[in-house]
């Protein structure tokens, strides 16, 4: 055990003050190394407060340019299927032989339940021949003009 010196003058008392306190800040060095000050830390804080507040402004910008955007795919796929559904029921009424315009009468979301009515509206109206799709020129024009030109033009086709 270390034998006890008095300590005589200011000067010696501030010396070994001084040592002690150096050493206790050596060993709290120590045991904190690897750690982040305080300050660091509010200052890394304040540096991801900025950035997130930075992101928050960029989102908020990004949600208003986008905010129509579902409600507009929504409806073109809409109208998308609802062609996709008209053209199905054309194809189908023709092959059926409906006539044209009966092809918006159809009911069904599916070929085979578009079918199934077309087949049931065909034998509702029995058969006859489908509606033509232009005018085939079978009626006979009253005017001599008109029958002069109809004439041209059936020599100018071959008939």
Same mark, same amino acid.
């Given at each position: 055990?270390?034998?006890f010196?008095?300590i005589?003058?200011?000067e010696?008392?501030?010396r070994?003050?001084?040592?002690?306190?150096?050493?206790?800040?050596e060993?709290?060095?120590?045991?904190?190394?690897?750690?982040?000050?305080?300050?660091?830390?509010?200052?890394?804080?304040?540096?991801?407060?900025k950035?997130?507040?930075?992101?928050?402004?960029s989102?908020?910008?990004?949600?208003?340019?986008?905010?129509?955007?579902?409600?507009? %795919?929504?409806?073109?796929? =809409?109208?998308?299927k609802?062609? /996709? +559904? !008209?053209?199905?029921k054309? &194809?189908? $009424?023709? #092959?059926?032989? %409906?006539?044209?315009?009966m =092809?918006?009468?159809?009911?069904? /979301? +599916? !070929?085979?339940?578009?079918? &199934?009515? $077309?087949? #049931?509206?065909?034998?509702m109206?029995?058969?006859?021949?489908?509606?033509?799709?232009?005018?085939?020129?079978?009626?006979?024009?009253?005017?001599?003009?008109?029958?002069?030109?109809?004439?041209?033009?059936?020599?100018?086709?071959?008939?």
């Open positions: 055990m270390a034998e010196t008095e005589k003058t200011q010696e008392l501030d070994i003050i001084n040592d002690r306190l150096k050493r206790e800040r060993s709290t060095a120590k045991k904190f190394e690897g750690w982040i000050s305080p300050d660091d830390q509010a200052k890394a804080t304040a540096d991801l407060q950035q997130m507040d930075e992101l928050t402004k989102s908020a910008a990004q949600a208003k340019k986008y905010a129509g955007y579902d409600k507009d %795919l929504a409806e073109r796929d =809409a109208k998308i609802g062609y /996709e +559904t !008209a053209s199905e054309t &194809k189908i $009424a023709l #092959a059926t032989g %409906l006539p044209y315009d =092809a918006s009468r159809l009911r069904g /979301e +599916t !070929a085979e339940d578009i079918q &199934k009515d $077309a087949d #049931a509206l065909k034998a109206m029995g058969t006859s021949k489908p509606a033509p799709l232009a005018d085939t020129g079978d009626k006979v024009p009253t005017d001599s003009s008109k029958t002069a030109l109809r004439d041209m033009l059936r020599s100018m086709k071959g008939e």
